[in-house]
């Protein structure tokens, strides 16, 4: 929820961006989701065509999340061909085309196109919408120049109104304006270290195992010493992390003495053997 009085301050993105078309829709719900999901992938045109129980409808409203302004600017056409008059492309969402010949494309394909024709000759595109029981019909699709089918379960392709317009407002949000790297390295307050502070930390973990034994394996040490190295190196290690292994080093370098505990009676876990020098 926006927690705003009158919704989120929505507005059209610059230039042209698609227009979805709502064919038929039957409940107001479906509608203010619809418009939620259109707020989520900057989408803002609305369009219903014979909404089954008029327009406007209050619970559209309560369940739109802050996405007022999309439903404000809703508009009301009377058929298909109304509602995309003045478009020059017009795509249409269906889940099995038949005894058609027409471009079919995914909703990755499709957001890619789309921002082809808004970007390039910024030409004025719907996408369509169908009914949630049945979806677009024949006279529907025969509006459009272009289908959209989801890639997904063939064994169970069920969509509700707002997941399908959700799926096409996310690719289309992905490829319009995100600029998100694919991955990010989530560090909070501190930072990835540097190669200097790995090597200034790894250079005295070094002597403190030399210093302990545990490297005596002479011609084990280096293949051991570069192993180390790779792991470090390989970690993302955070300046954060290297402040605590300091600690740590630093309180193992004080000797198991210093505790009261003698060597020979706290012996080695068995998974460390192996790595001890012989």
């Not at 970007?119 to 996408?127: K, L, T």
Request: overall charge negative; aromatic content about 6%; proline content about 8%.
């Amino acid at each position: 929820m926006t927690g705003r009085d009158g919704g989120a301050d929505l507005a059209p993105l610059p230039g042209e961006s698609p227009i979805v078309v709502l064919v038929r829709p039957q409940l107001a719900e479906n509608i203010g989701m619809v418009a939620r999901a259109m707020a989520n992938g900057g989408l803002f045109h609305l369009r219903l065509v014979a909404p089954r129980d008029g327009w406007p409808l209050e619970r559209a409203w309560y369940a739109s999340s802050g996405a007022d302004r999309i439903l404000d600017a809703a508009t009301v056409h009377p058929t298909v061909a109304d509602a995309v008059a003045d478009c020059r492309r017009v795509f249409a969402t269906c889940p099995r085309p038949r005894h058609v010949i027409v471009p079919v494309h995914t909703a990755r394909g499709a957001a890619e196109e789309l921002v082809k024709i808004c970007r390039g000759d910024e030409h004025r595109v719907a996408i369509l919408f169908g009914p949630e029981r049945a979806g677009l019909e024949a006279e529907d699709m025969a509006r459009a120049d272009t289908l959209v089918r989801y890639p997904l379960n063939p064994r169970h392709m069920s969509l509700n109104l707002a997941q399908a317009v959700m799926i096409m407002a996310y690719e289309w949000w992905n490829a319009a304006e995100d600029q998100t790297p694919p991955r990010q390295f989530m560090t909070n307050e501190t930072s990835v270290a540097t190669k200097g502070e790995l090597d200034n930390f790894l250079e005295r973990l070094v002597r403190e195992l030399d210093a302990s034994g545990f490297l005596d394996n002479h011609p084990k040490r280096a293949g051991m010493v570069r192993n180390l190295r790779h792991w470090f190196n390989r970690g993302e290690v955070t300046t954060q992390e290297l402040r605590t292994l300091h600690g740590v080093v630093s309180e193992l370098s004080k000797g198991r003495m210093l505790r009261g505990r003698p060597a020979e009676e706290d012996p080695p876990p068995p998974w460390l053997e192996e790595t001890l020098p012989r």
